[in-house]
């Protein structure tokens, strides 16, 4: 079984409407986060979090929300979602220091029409 | 703010050749820089690591170089296979190690 699941894969959603993206873990690491990915542009992080009461934004978290249900759980919220975030999204695990290597869902790609 | 520049150009060689992906970052001194593959429409996957510290570092057909008065890493892939073919991507720790920067990455193509 994979180690970093995401739910859904694909996601084709309407201008407006409310979207959750799931992300689940079995690697027992405390950090997670949410990235979105758009061609051209790299990976960008949106949030992450140290632990189930740590929640920090990224650089780009303007119109996300995000929930650390538990340590193996962190859901990422479109609260109204509009075309600019037509975009594939990740979710990642890290063990933290010293190295921080990160372990990557499959993605979500989300399409906003 | 950190940055990171990969050459945004793919790569195209020829199956046997030495792929070569280059990464520069400013406006930084990182501790450590990572290197990670993404094929398309999954998720990167981590394959090397390099410290401050350290000039070079090997994995099998892997050599990453990593010089900081340059603020340049280079990604050496040996003997290269058509299935060697995905988008590499560079990553750095931020001031405090707390995040990870990544670069756009660098699309490599190896004919057969």
């Known amino acids: 079984d994979a180690d970093v699941t995401q739910t859904p894969r694909n996601r084709i959603t309407k201008t407006g409407k409310r979207i959750m993206l799931e992300c689940s873990q079995t690697k027992g690491h405390d950090r997670m986060y949410w990235y979105r990915q758009d061609p051209g542009l790299g990976l960008r992080l949106i949030y992450y979090s140290f632990d189930v009461k740590d929640i920090n934004k990224g650089e780009i978290s303007d119109g996300y929300s995000v929930s650390r249900q538990a340590q193996a759980k962190f859901s990422l919220s479109l609260e109204s979602a509009i075309p600019n975030q037509t975009a594939l999204y990740f979710c990642a695990t890290s063990a933290g220091q010293p190295y921080n290597e990160q372990f990557f869902g499959p993605g979500t790609r989300l399409t906003v029409l | 703010s950190q940055k990171i520049e990969q050459n945004s150009e793919a790569l195209n060689i020829q199956e046997g050749k030495t792929a070569t992906l280059t990464c520069n970052y400013t406006?930084?001194?990182?501790?450590?820089l990572q290197w990670y593959r993404q094929d398309p429409g999954r998720g990167p996957v981590f394959l090397l690591l390099?410290?401050?510290?350290?000039k070079e570092k090997r994995k099998e057909r892997l050599k990453v170089t990593f010089d900081t008065t340059l603020k340049q890493s280079l990604f050496h892939i040996t003997a290269s296979q058509p299935a060697d073919s995905a988008t590499y991507l560079c990553?750095?720790?931020?001031?405090?190690?707390?995040?990870?920067?990544f670069g756009a990455g660098t699309r490599l193509f190896v004919k057969a």
């Open positions: 390099i410290r401050e510290n350290e």
């Open positions: 990553a750095l720790d931020d001031t405090g190690g707390f995040k990870t920067i």
């Open positions: 406006n930084y001194s990182p501790a450590y």
